[in-house]
Each structure stands twice: as structure tokens, then as C-alpha cells.
């Protein structure tokens, strides 16, 4: 579900303070747009955010959450809207985050 090797070499990379910023600016972003989710959109709009989706979750090791976005981006863009379940997506980024929350402190001490 989280890619903790993924997640310890971008705390690396950009650093602990940085790091530290990065996670609950993810989260609020990242939250802004699965509330567009469960709102009436048009197929582009759905597609543009479950791509934003995709990408941000891989930035940060979310690899299950980023897999599901990849295949329901891949669905719309297909005309296969309906195929896309938006409720296991949601269900995975609050999973995951509970996850990758509880795991952070490890990380953090490492």
C-alpha cells in the first residue's frame, strides 16, 4: 500500500524540515480534490483529478492509490466512465493515509 523505501529516500532528497512541510500540504491538496470527487463533474474534470490523484499519491508512496487513479483515469478517458469506482478510491486514500500517518513517526526517526 505505502512504498516506505519510496518515502524515506524523498525525506532524504528534499530533507527533514521540507519533508515535514510536504506531508500536510499533500493531504490538504490531495483532500480538496477527492471532495471534488463525490461531486457531479463532467468526464474531463473527473479525469484531470483522478491524474492530479495519481501523481501525488506516487510522489509520496501511495503506489495502491496511484495504481487505482492510473486505471480510472484510463476508463474515462476511455468512455468507460461508469467502470470507475470512485468509493474503493476513496476508501483506498483514507486507508492508505491512516498508513502512511501511523508509519510516519518511523520514518521521522530514522
Known amino acids: 500500500m505505502i512504498d516506505w523505501e ?12 521540507d519533508f515535514e512541510e510536504v506531508v500536510p500540504m499533500f493531504v490538504e491538496e490531495v483532500e480538496a480534490v ?7 463533474s463532467t468526464a ?3 479525469e484531470e483529478n483522478l491524474h492530479f490523484l495519481k501523481g ?8 495502491t492509490l496511484s ?9 474515462v478517458a476511455s468512455g468507460e466512465r ?9 476508501n483506498c486514500y483514507e486507508e492508505s493515509k491512516q498508513v502512511f500517518l501511523d508509519g510516519l513517526s518511523q520514518i521521522i526517526a530514522a
Do not use: N, P, W, Y
Open 67 to 75: 495504481a487505482m487513479c492510473k486505471k480510472g483515469e484510463i476508463a
Open 82 to 90: 461508469s467502470s470507475v469506482d470512485l468509493t474503493a478510491i476513496l
Open 56 to 63: 501525488s499519491a506516487l510522489s509520496l508512496g501511495f503506489f
Open 44 to 46: 474531463e474534470a473527473l
Open 34 to 40: 477527492t471532495d471534488q470527487l463525490t461531486e457531479e
Open 6 to 17: 519510496h518515502v524515506s529516500a524523498l525525506r532524504e532528497e528534499i530533507g527533514a524540515a
